[in-house]
């Protein structure tokens, strides 16, 4: 899989983002096309494995991402998983969801 770009017509750099269904497929290009445009991203999935090669691709293109393993599908699960990543990224601005 192509890693992301690095540049982008879009500036986003100070914003947050978190991306759930991350791991893989539409999930993972949204989160390496936001951070292609400068967001810090917090890529959420079920798969420990996957989420490492997302924030990986995205980490050797330049850009910055943390994994957090969750299973979005209930949602009580999710709303916690999106708190520690506003303390560990910053203030959250952006969130996209790829529903499994």
Known sequence: MEEAA??????LKG???VVTGGGRGLGRAFAQALAGAGCSVAVVARSE????ETVGLIGRA???AQAFPADTRTPV????HLQPSSSRLGRLTCLSTMPA
Request: charged residues 15%.
């Open 6 to 11: 690095t540049t982008s017509p879009v500036d």
């Open 15 to 17: 914003m947050v983002a």
């Open 49 to 52: 494995a996957e989420l490492a």
């Open 62 to 64: 330049g850009g910055q």
């Open 77 to 80: 699960r999710s709303m916690w």
